[in-house]
């Protein structure tokens, strides 16, 4: 989902005060916010559609939020929720993992506004359900991919080794994008091979880094320029700014490009679970040693890559050349 700067003029009060209060008491992120800022400000001209005086046919993208009152959003029901949730199923396609996210989002802000805030009588939203969805196994590359990946890489491209330390990374070390690109220089301690990394939740983790890393990150640091603008950020871009979230995922599609593994459906996040794929089947990784070098909140979400390796065996094992080879004598009877 792509991120939409959050307007307050644009915003009720009532919303302005719940991102104050997610922001400074909650310590989320921006970028968590502006996807706040999304599901919410959908939901909000849901709740105009249906309770204010505008035309049906009008397209939800057209409707204003700034004059929504706390009352409409206080007397919304149960069933008024769920109408929603259903209206965004039917009306707009959306699947169930969007509608599970439209669902957080709201119980964060219904919690928000009835427990913490103090501007509603009850929350709406904590006996619903989450929709179910059907469990899709991560993608991600072999290891032979994964080598293939790295050793196709151009190296006449001037910021190659730029390039060549982020992919590295990825695949040995299994962060999220906004972990890499907001790494500093500082965060890297060579002598210790340690690397600290900022979070979900503006969590800080420590990891290790491996030797594969740890060279990486020496052969780029002596090519990289001192810049002005931005001294402490690691990545940089041509201008010497931090390095963007859009310019990584174009480094990593050129990238798989090079290896003639692109429109696979591979991505940074692709990358992440290719790294802690590789760890769960070649390095026999516990599963809550790489829950805590993935960063994850729960063990839960870890054990999914138990699952791809059962499925990796079961494929391994039909993929037998003596897989349909059967006994051609039958049995008497």
């Known amino acids: 989902m792509a991120s939409q700067k959050i307007n307050p003029k644009e915003c009720p009060q009532y919303l302005n005060e719940f991102f104050t209060f997610q922001r ?41 939020i700034s004059d929504i009152p706390l009352e409409w959003v206080r007397d919304f029901s149960k069933l008024d929720i ?3 949730l259903s209206y965004v199923a039917t009306d707009r396609g959306n699947t169930a993992k969007t509608r599970h996210r439209k669902l957080a989002s709201l119980k964060v802000f219904y ?3 009835y427990r913490d805030l103090n ?6 939203t904590k006996d619903i359900d989450y929709p179910k ?53 500082q965060d ?15 969590k800080e983790r420590i990891i290790h880094i491996n030797d594969a890393c740890a060279d990486s990150i020496v052969q780029y640091v002596k090519e990289r320029e001192k810049s002005p603008v931005e001294p402490d950020a690691l990545f940089l871009s041509k201008r010497g700014t931090r390095i963007t979230n859009r310019r ?32 769960y089947q070649h390095g026999n990784v516990d599963t809550l040693i790489l829950k805590e070098i993935l960063g ?20 391994a094992m039909d993929a037998s050349p003596l897989a349909n080879i059967r006994n051609q004598k039958k049995p008497k009877g």
Request: hydrophobic share 35%; net charge positive.
């Open 133 to 185: 969805m059907h469990e899709h196994l991560p993608k991600f590359l072999t290891l032979n991919d994964s080598i293939k990946l790295l050793e196709n890489m151009n190296r006449s491209d001037p910021y190659y080794y730029r390039d060549y330390c982020i992919i590295t990374l990825f695949l040995n070390c299994g962060m999220r994008l906004s972990e890499l690109v907001g790494l500093n220089l």
């Open 296 to 315: 994850h909140k729960s063990i839960s979400t870890t054990e999914i890559y138990t699952h791809i390796s059962n499925e990796s065996v079961k494929e």
């Open 111 to 113: 919690k928000c506004l």
């Open 248 to 279: 990584v995922q174009q480094i990593v599609d050129n990238a798989l490009r090079d290896s003639n593994l692109d429109n696979q459906g591979y991505s940074t996040h692709k990358l992440r679970h290719t790294a802690a794929t590789l760890m």
């Open 24 to 64: 400074v008491v909650k310590i989320k992120s921006e970028r968590t916010l502006e996807s706040y800022y999304i599901d919410l400000r959908i939901f909000l001209r849901y709740v105009k559609l249906t309770k204010g005086n505008i035309r049906a046919d009008m397209p939800l993208r057209d409707i204003t």
């Open 188 to 202: 890297v301690n060579l002598d210790e091979r340690t690397m600290r990394l900022l979070g979900k939740g503006n």
């Open 82 to 84: 769920l109408n929603y």
């Open 119 to 124: 501007l509603i009588p009850n929350d709406p």
